[in-house]
């Protein structure tokens, strides 16, 4: 599904380069869910926003689902990021003063279908119901009234609604406590194990990473590590932060 | 993006921030409402001349004296030539297409009666003076051709030299009064032709006769007014009576004549290019407080993407496309300046009621104005919106959603 070959992205500043990412091949197949791991500055982010097309690499190759990436116009790659991937963000990003309604609803404004109101609401509904914010009181009440956990869970609910292949999570239980985290986190279990939605997850926590089925360590822009994690944690062990 | 979606957006955004939003509307009201209203003073000058210069009658022709012809370089100015003069009159009576023509001699003197005295302008006149300028008399009789050939020293006053003599309210008709130290009857006085600038209210009317013989002493005439039959024939007596005066003074072409003719459509041509001016100086001093008004849109959408960085910066993430961006913030400039427009025109069009009802002033609200008010606050508001606009669609997601 995704493939990056030999990618490297250099910052400039004024004449200085900084070389982020010194050469990644990586390759992830569908319904994989795979925990990206490393330090601070390594590259990690930057890595991310090259997979989920916000940012291009300097050089190197990226397949998308056997395409091209860098023969695509930015339009394009708004269509890929439309159809085929949803953003997860460690602050959340929900608009503010809206109903949860409202926000899971948002990329259909720009997908253009369904066209209905009530067709878009019953997929917003469903959605939230996946990652557990089936209560319907919930629905209406406005961003800024959620709990962190409630928070991040509409925001996966909106990166859900258009069916994409892949979930992009950038440090998903950054910004949440221990207990939140984990219910985050299962959420994303479940998603992988039930609707076998593929997941890249950025972490600097190896409790965390260890949700996933696959880790990678980054470091100065090279992978350091990457293996089959045998021992997976599930939601039920419980986190200890 | 859907118009629905767009629509929807535009009010949540719009909502969102819902004083900011009315003050920069405000800004656009004034703005759009003092075009309306200024422009409306100016239309409302424009056709109170007009009525004013038809009021004084319609298709007429005046005939006025040239240059005073010299040697040497030193010229006087239009109208002081003697070059008019009775003969001119009784040639021009020949004509085809002419109603009436009224020959004038004008000059102001001092007037005096029993109670009081002024100084105003005395025009010797014929009958067909007021046939010419169709003023009717409000008490008494107007000057007749008997009065003219029996140089009766008769006087017919303007309402407000009546007044001015005799007191409000006085009829004069059978007292006298003195002009230029001659005694004569006041046999009526005319109504009243208005404030205009051809206003007859403050002249004194006495028979031609009686003016050349003791005021001018001569046969010279000051101008000559006529009236034509109809205004399609207006163009065809003005070459034929300048044909004939340019054979009468024994001219050639029309370079030498030593007389002009105008017509009252010139006369409201030219008012109109003075009122068209002052409507645009009117309708550019008001619009700087629109562009002002425009100044506070840009204001506004520019902070509205910087707070809103973000959220466009989620957008982009989840995959609008930059022209989408850019289309909802051009479209809530616009619906700014849309709802601002239509609140100024009403408050425009208030104004010069209020105008018209407590200063007397003639004012009028034309559909042409409301359409360019209206297109001005669009165009304004795209214009505006332009920049803040595609400062938003050009915002890297990346740097967007990290900032602060």
Partial sequence: ?241 | MLVKDLIKETYFALNANKGRSVLTILGIVIGIGSVIAMISIGQGAQSSITESIESNGTNVLIISPGQQQSFGPVRSGQGTADSLSNDDVEAIKELDDIVAVSPEVSSRYQVTSKESNTNASVYGVESDYFVVKEIDSQVGTLISSIHVKNSSKVAVLGSTIAEDLFGEDVNPVGDSVRINNLNFKVIGVIESTGTGFNSSDDSIFVPLSVSQRYFTGNEILSSISLKVNSSELMDQVEVDITNMLLMLHGMSSEEDADFNIGSSTEMIEMASSVTGTLTILLGAIAGISLLVGGIGIMNMMLTSVTERTREIGLRKAIGAKNKEISLQFLIESATLTLIGGVVGIVLGWVISIIITKFFDMNTSVTLYSVVLSFGVSVVIGIVFGYYPARRASKLNPIDALRYE
């Fill in chain 1, 1 to 241: 599904m995704i493939e990056l070959k030999n990618i490297v992205k250099n910052y400039y500043s004024g004449d200085v380069e900084t070389k982020v990412i010194k050469g990644i091949d990586f390759k992830f197949k569908k319904g994989e869910f795979v925990a990206i791991m490393g330090p601070s500055g390594s590259g990690k982010s930057t890595l991310m926003n090259i997979i989920g097309m916000l940012d291009s690499p300097t050089s190197g190759n990226y397949l998308f689902n056997k395409r091209d990436i860098s023969k695509l116009d930015d339009q394009e790659l708004a269509d890929i990021r439309l159809h085929s991937i949803g953003f997860i963000f460690q602050t959340f990003n929900l608009l503010k003063r809206t109903t949860v309604l409202r926000n899971v609803e948002l990329p259909f404004i720009y997908s253009k279908k369904p066209k209905d109101t009530c067709d878009r609401e019953e997929l917003a509904k469903k959605a939230l119901v996946k990652v557990g914010l089936g209560d319907k009181e919930i629905w209406y009440h406005l961003s800024n009234q959620l709990s962190g956990g409630q928070m991040q869970r509409v925001a996966i609910a909106r990166a859900l609604v258009n069916n994409p292949d892949l979930l992009l999570a950038d440090e998903p239980t950054g910004n949440l406590d221990s207990k939140t985290g984990e219910i985050v986190l299962s959420t994303f279990e479940k998603l992988n194990k039930e609707q076998k939605i593929s997941i890249v997850m950025i972490t600097h926590e190896k409790e965390i990473a260890e949700f996933a089925d696959r880790i990678i360590h980054i470091k100065d822009g090279v992978i350091t590590d990457d293996y089959k994690n045998t021992k997976k944690r599930t939601s039920n062990q419980g986190l200890t932060l």
